[in-house]
């Protein structure tokens, strides 16, 4: 739940750039929005320096002193105590270290061999993905990725072009006179707003009903809003109904996130949920090419039918993974 809660900051800098955009473009132009929206970014950089390392990783590299520190400090966050053991580096030639552990030297963090070691150099830990034991998993979540970043950021293009009849299509809904002047930034914010529910939603969810569930049920829900605009909607309802999908599309997409890297074994955890989230960029890319394209074409139905059809197979997806990894112990191997 609590990396749910972590990720309302996306949604926070969405609201706030939706409200830059809304405040600025009235009064200036867009290089002032990319200019203040580039703020943030700065900042970051300076924090990086202080994030904590991975102990994992230290322990990788043969400083276990630090690697300790961290893990006494996440100890006293969470208001407990270390096992009791020593931690031990598996680069370490201590030969005390190579002895077989005893009772009082068990070690905090699982070692790494020396083979493990050399897997994660060069693209060892990329084939790895690619398994018997890891094959299905990696090309199920590649696909499911996909279609949580093409259905989330088509979603918010399909805002400028549906809710603000941008394409032209459809002149009757301009002339309405509920969508003039900055109306389409003010569609914007409110499906940013969108996100705030179905994030409490999920983290209500997730630890509930588990992973798998939480995210069919929202994507369920997402294709439930869409299907009506197979149709052209009025500006209000349209609006209404793309706040919906949003709400749930950003919920699926947030517990994917999460669900990726518990799929996999520790040694390859960083590399298969990495390429799975860059497989899933891809998504994004490319769904200008329907909510932008074949909108202005005036294929608003094709359109949607396309997002439908991929949070289909996004749903047989979801059921298709082995396991669901509520209440499960990360793995340290395939298994």
């Not at 580039?38 to 990783?57: C, D, K, N, T």
């Not at 020593?86 to 068990?106: C, F, G, N, Q, W």
Request: with cysteine; hydrophobic share 50%.
């Amino acid at each position: 739940m609590w990396m749910i809660v972590f990720s309302t900051f996306w949604t926070f800098g969405s609201i706030f750039e939706a409200t830059l955009v809304w405040i600025v473009m009235a009064k200036l132009n867009w290089r002032w929005v990319l200019a203040l929206s580039s703020v943030p970014s700065f900042a970051l950089l300076f924090l990086y320096g202080v994030a904590p390392e991975s102990p994992r990783y230290l322990c990788m590299k043969g400083r276990t002193g630090d690697a300790l520190r961290i893990l006494e400090k996440i100890a006293s966050v969470n208001r407990t105590k270390l096992p009791a053991g020593v931690l031990i580096s598996s680069r370490s030639t201590d030969k005390a270290e190579e002895s077989t552990p005893s009772e009082d030297r068990i070690p905090l963090l699982p070692s790494l061999s020396k083979s493990s070691m050399q897997s994660k150099l060069g693209l060892s830990s990329f084939f790895m993905l690619f398994s018997s034991k890891l094959i299905k998993t990696t090309a199920l979540l590649w696909v499911l990725l996909f279609g949580d970043s093409f259905s989330y950021y088509g979603i918010i293009l399909l805002t400028s072009k549906l809710s603000s009849g941008e394409s032209g299509c459809f002149p009757t809904i301009q002339s309405s006179g509920y969508l003039l002047g900055d109306s389409l930034y003010v569609n914007a914010f409110i499906t940013s707003i969108a996100e705030l529910p179905g994030l409490f939603l999920s983290a209500l969810l997730v630890d509930r009903v588990g992973r798998k569930q939480t995210m069919s049920i929202m994507f369920g829900l997402a294709f439930i809003f869409l299907l009506p605009l197979l149709t052209r909607q009025s500006a209000v309802l349209t609006t209404c109904l793309l706040f919906g999908a949003r709400m749930n599309a950003m919920a699926t997409f947030t517990v994917a996130s999460i669900y990726a890297p518990e799929l996999y074994p520790t040694s390859v955890r960083t590399t298969g949920a990495g390429v799975a989230s860059a497989v899933g960029r891809i998504g994004g890319m490319v769904c200008p090419l329907v909510s932008v394209a074949l909108v202005n074409a005036c294929h608003q139905t094709e359109a949607i039918a396309i997002y439908l059809a991929v949070i289909v197979v996004s749903l047989v997806c979801i059921q298709l993974f082995p396991y669901d990894t509520k209440g499960r112990e990360l793995s340290d191997t395939a298994c």
